[in-house]
């Protein structure tokens, strides 16, 4: 989850590694969700690495929320990662698929069949990179990438 400045600990969420995990049913190694913030919400410099799912609903979610104000989401890694049976889009960067328990939210899980699901402006995600990423026997294609047009990603790697 983001940290923004002001803060009681810290400007941003940052400096974080993650490594050597199996994974059953789970809904991913995730960034988010980040709404903007008049404070500025920053998630940055994390490393997912040498992780294994079995029957993951998502495994790569990078996730944005509606919100006012400004965000990022940057240097993020994904590496050695293993995806086998996904239950949904392996790979999903782009608005949250959930809708809050209170309603609020938005909301994205049927896209693209749902075509109302709109990108975050507010928030840049840059320099996210998936090195040496697989996933087998999915029900849907690897990934999708929801970038915002008037704010686009920027520095992504596969």
């Given amino acids: 989850k983001p940290t923004h400045k002001g803060g009681p600990f810290s400007d941003c969420t940052e400096d974080i ?3 050597d995990c199996e994974v059953i049913y789970g809904v991913g190694m995730s960034i988010g969700s980040v709404p903007p913030n008049p404070n500025h919400n920053c998630i940055k410099d994390v490393v997912f690495r040498n992780i294994k799912f079995d029957t993951p609903f998502k495994g790569i ?12 989401i940057k240097n993020i890694t994904y590496e050695n990662i293993e995806m086998d049976r ?19 939210g938005p ?12 990108t975050q402006p507010l928030i840049s995600m840059s320099d996210i990179t998936l090195r040496n990423v697989t996933s087998t026997r999915g029900l849907l294609p690897a990934g999708i990438l929801r970038c915002n047009e008037t704010n ?6 596969f």
């Fill in 86 to 104: 996904p239950l949904w889009w392996g790979v999903y960067i782009g608005p949250q698929q959930m809708k809050e328990p209170s309603g609020d």
């Fill in 17 to 19: 590694l993650v490594e």
């Fill in 107 to 118: 909301g994205c899980m049927l896209y693209p069949l749902d075509k109302n699901c709109e």
């Fill in 152 to 157: 686009p990603c920027t520095g992504f790697v």
């Fill in 61 to 72: 979610y990078v996730k944005t929320n509606p919100g006012t104000g400004s965000g990022e």
